[in-house]
């Protein structure tokens, strides 16, 4: 009697065995995992099949071969209705055309008019002479729709005043044949390029790409993206809209004094500084023109001053943010005294 060891040991390679048996697929189907469709719209279906080594040598491209898809099972035979499609017969549940070469193992297929009974996951199968398979480890689910699918809008490039920007917008073509129109509700002008385009699933989109230089009066403006779907007679839209965030350096900065009119020496002012800036202004200060040159006064977006005779004169304040400063107009701060230099009054 074998040792326990060894028991273990080939119990563990026959059910290795077993499973890789059992695990063995006479076909090999890929295709998408999922797909969105409007309802009374087409869907292609990317399809493609392999057949491993095991059973190459019964498969021969010169024979007629058919493609069939079931719904919802893998099973296949009399007394089963999950058929919908079989490309030998000329009266099927579902419309559609195998597109796709199947001599060359291509079985993409296009379903004409769905309704939201189509709903569900479908298996491929293919009907030759003598080889006859299904994958049963490869679906593909149809979720069928009234709305299409939102687009989607991303961004290529840094999002800042004075540099050339790239927005994209990409939605869904279930169906090439009709696929969606993008168009764009921008704060500018634009010039967009539309293409159809490829997914690495070899599921189709239109990509609309409008480019145009940042300006800081677009930051915070909406910009939209909108899908308009031909189904029939009519059409379904679907939008997309997002809100422009552009950094740009301080603006509209502007130094004010209060009070405005003539003080007197003793008195005491308040200079303010504002400004637009994103990110925000992160430092504020004030100039003194003195003898023709500025001097640096304060810092901070507020300054107090308790005046005296040498205080009068322009000020202007400077805003700076990381992306670069903004300088205000000058400001005359006039002042009540005696003597008649810059910016006094006298009495």
Same mark, same amino acid.
């Given at each position: 009697? *074998? =040792?326990?060891?060894?028991?273990?040991?080939?119990?563990?390679?026959?059910?290795?065995?077993?499973?890789?048996?059992?695990?063995? $697929?006479?076909?090999?189907?890929?295709?998408?995992? &999922?797909?969105?469709? +409007?309802?009374?719209?087409?869907?292609?279906?990317?399809? /493609?099949?392999?057949?491993?080594?095991?059973?190459?040598?019964?498969?021969?491209?010169?024979?007629?071969?058919? #493609?069939?898809?079931?719904?919802?099972?893998?099973?296949?035979? !009399?007394?089963?209705?999950?058929? &919908?499609?079989?490309?030998?017969?000329?009266?099927?549940?579902?419309?559609?055309?195998?597109?796709?070469?199947?001599?060359?193992?291509? =079985?993409?297929?296009?379903?004409?008019?769905?309704?939201?009974?189509?709903?569900?996951?479908?298996?491929?199968?293919?009907?030759?002479?003598?080889? $006859? *398979?299904?994958? %049963?480890?490869?679906?593909?689910?149809?979720?069928? &729709?009234?709305?299409?699918?939102?687009?989607?809008?991303?961004?290529? #490039?840094?999002?800042?005043? #004075?540099?050339?920007?790239?927005?994209? =917008?990409?939605?869904? *073509?279930?169906?090439?044949?009709?696929?969606? !129109?993008?168009?764009?509700?921008?704060? @500018?002008?634009?010039?967009?390029?539309?293409? +159809?385009?490829?997914?690495?699933?070899?599921?189709?989109?239109?990509?609309?790409?409008?480019?145009?230089?940042?300006?800081? +009066?677009?930051? !915070?403006?909406?910009?939209?993206?909108? /899908?308009?779907? %031909?189904?029939?007679?009519?059409?379904?839209? /679907?939008?997309?809209?997002?809100?422009?965030?552009?950094?740009?350096?301080?603006?509209?900065?502007?130094?004010?004094?209060?009070?405005?009119?003539?003080?007197?020496?003793?008195?005491?002012?308040?200079?303010?500084?504002?400004?637009?800036?994103n990110p925000p202004v992160t430092n504020f200060t004030w100039f003194q023109?003195?003898?023709?040159?500025?001097?640096?006064?304060?810092?901070?977006?507020?300054? @107090?001053?308790?005046?005296?005779?040498?205080?009068?004169?322009?000020?202007?304040?400077? *805003? $700076?943010?990381?992306?670069? $400063?903004g300088k205000s107009e000058e400001e005359k701060l006039a002042i009540k005294?005696?003597?008649?230099?810059?910016? @006094?009054?006298?009495?």
């Amino acid at each position: 009697m *074998a =040792c326990p060891e060894n028991m273990f040991f080939l119990i563990g390679l026959f059910m290795s065995g077993v499973l890789a048996c059992f695990g063995k $697929r006479d076909l090999i189907a890929t295709m998408p995992d &999922r797909l969105d469709v +409007l309802t009374g719209s087409c869907v292609q279906i990317p399809c /493609a099949f392999y057949i491993p080594d095991q059973n190459d040598y019964k498969f021969n491209s010169t024979i007629l071969t058919s #493609g069939v898809w079931l719904k919802g099972s893998t099973k296949f035979g !009399e007394g089963q209705d999950n058929v &919908r499609f079989h490309s030998s017969k000329t009266v099927n549940r579902y419309q559609g055309n195998i597109t796709g070469n199947m001599s060359q193992k291509n =079985c993409t297929t296009v379903f004409f008019n769905v309704t939201t009974s189509y709903s569900d996951k479908y298996f491929f199968r293919i009907e030759s002479q003598p080889f $006859r *398979a299904t994958d %049963p480890d490869k679906s593909v689910n149809i979720d069928v &729709r009234d709305l299409p699918p939102s687009p989607i809008i991303t961004v290529s #490039g840094e999002v800042k005043e #004075g540099t050339p920007v790239s927005l994209n =917008c990409s939605a869904v *073509a279930p169906c090439p044949e009709h696929p969606p !129109e993008l168009t764009w509700t921008l704060p @500018t002008q634009f010039t967009p390029e539309n293409q +159809l385009q490829e997914n690495p699933d070899q599921t189709k989109s239109i990509l609309s790409t409008v480019t145009f230089t940042l300006s800081y +009066l677009h930051h !915070e403006k909406n910009i939209t993206c909108t /899908a308009v779907y %031909p189904v029939g007679t009519s059409n379904k839209t /679907a939008e997309h809209t997002m809100m422009l965030n552009v950094s740009f350096s301080p603006k509209d900065t502007l130094a004010s004094i209060s009070p405005a009119g003539p003080v007197l020496v003793g008195s005491c002012v308040n200079l303010t500084c504002s400004s637009t800036a994103n990110p925000p202004v992160t430092n504020f200060t004030w100039f003194q023109i003195s003898g023709g040159k500025p001097t640096q006064e304060a810092s901070g977006q507020s300054y @107090t001053l308790n005046v005296t005779v040498g205080d009068g004169g322009l000020y202007y304040c400077e *805003a $700076r943010n990381s992306h670069g $400063r903004g300088k205000s107009e000058e400001e005359k701060l006039a002042i009540k005294g005696k003597t008649g230099t810059l910016g @006094t009054i006298l009495d």
